[in-house]
């Protein structure tokens, strides 16, 4: 009894130290996992514009490098990043921008 006594004193004040610790480590948790994310989406965004610049200049060689159909390729490819469904009217609507 005397041992029970001891241990009850002992953790009395340390009654919602478990709540807090948990609170504090899924806050540090909560903020990688969204710079993680956060991450992801720079690097999807810088895949999407070098793949746009590689079609742009590939039109340019094609057609004698008419600027004109350069940055109309490259508009079409930069749509994504503008929202859209990926139909040709969306993509238009994000050319004009």
Do not use: W, Y
């Not at 948990?22 to 948790?29: E, H, I, M, R």
């Not at 508009?75 to 040709?88: C, E, I, K, V, Y």
């Amino acid at each position: 009894m005397q041992i029970k006594r001891n241990l009850i004193r002992l953790f009395k004040g340390q009654c919602g130290a478990a709540m807090t610790e948990l609170l504090v480590s899924l806050l540090a948790l909560l903020l990688m996992g969204l710079g993680g994310l956060q991450t992801a989406l720079l690097f999807d965004a810088k895949i999407i514009v070098n793949s746009a610049t590689f079609e742009a200049v590939r039109k340019g060689a094609v057609n004698h490098a008419q600027s004109d159909a350069m940055r109309r390729e490259l508009g079409l490819r930069l749509a994504p990043l503008f929202g859209g469904d990926g139909s040709a009217e969306k993509a238009l609507s994000a050319i004009t921008r």
